[in-house]
């Protein structure tokens, strides 16, 4: 009987490595798609917050300047080939540092324009603000990157998630009030594109995930 018994307890050991093995693929797939679905409604909110921003910074919600770029912003700029041969701890660890950058734009123009609200003594009471507005992106963000550092430990148990700097105040003495202003309508169109390349990096990872 111990040796049946012990036999038994082998095949159930067997039996539920073998259901974790064919399983793990198919969560992190499914993981993956999550992270793309929150992507896009994130691009979705930014796009909104863009326009909302353009209108009540810049007197005009449909405006647009691609000629201009912030030198702190992750490049947008990828090679396709070197793009798809990087390897899944690169693309996630890449995608991490990106979003945290982007988090930390989106807090300085936060406060930036919290300050100036409240030198100017503007009362926006009715509806939701544009530093609210901004924390609702940001917050997402966080999201995503919650998302993708539990995909990285996964692949890695070492992998530390880094901390976030303190965001400092932007240097704006000598920028015009025009120029600040469209710094933040810079972040918000590069974060727009941005997101859309991270859509792509997570559809890939889902189908490369086996």
């Known amino acids: ?11 159930c050991c067997v039996l539920d490595c073998v259901e974790f093995s064919s399983s793990s693929p198919i969560l992190q797939r499914n993981k993956y798609n999550n992270s793309f679905r929150l992507t896009r409604s994130t691009r979705t909110r930014v796009q909104q917050l863009k326009r909302k921003y353009n209108e009540q910074q810049l007197g005009n919600k449909h405006f647009e300047d691609r000629s201009r770029q912030l030198k702190d912003l992750p490049s947008l700029s990828t090679d396709f080939h070197d793009w798809l041969n990087l390897t899944e701890f690169e693309r996630l660890h890449a995608a991490f ?49 919650s998302h993708v550092s539990s995909q990285i430990s996964y692949k890695n148990s070492y992998w530390t998630k880094p901390t976030f700097p303190t965001p400092l105040n932007p240097q704006t003495r000598s920028k015009t009030v025009w120029d600040s202003r469209v710094d933040g309508y810079i972040i918000l169109r590069d974060l727009d594109l941005y997101l859309t390349k991270l859509a792509r990096d997570f559809l890939l990872l889902a189908s490369q995930t086996h």
Not at 1 to 11: H, P, S, Y
């Open 1 to 11: 009987m111990t040796v049946w018994r012990r036999a038994i307890i082998l095949i």
């Open 97 to 145: 540092l990106d979003m945290q950058a982007y988090w930390t734009k989106l807090e300085q123009k936060r406060q930036q324009i919290e300050e100036e609200d409240k030198e100017q003594m503007v009362n926006r009471a009715v509806g939701t603000t544009l530093p609210q507005s901004i924390r609702h992106i940001q917050l997402d963000l966080r999201d995503l990157m």
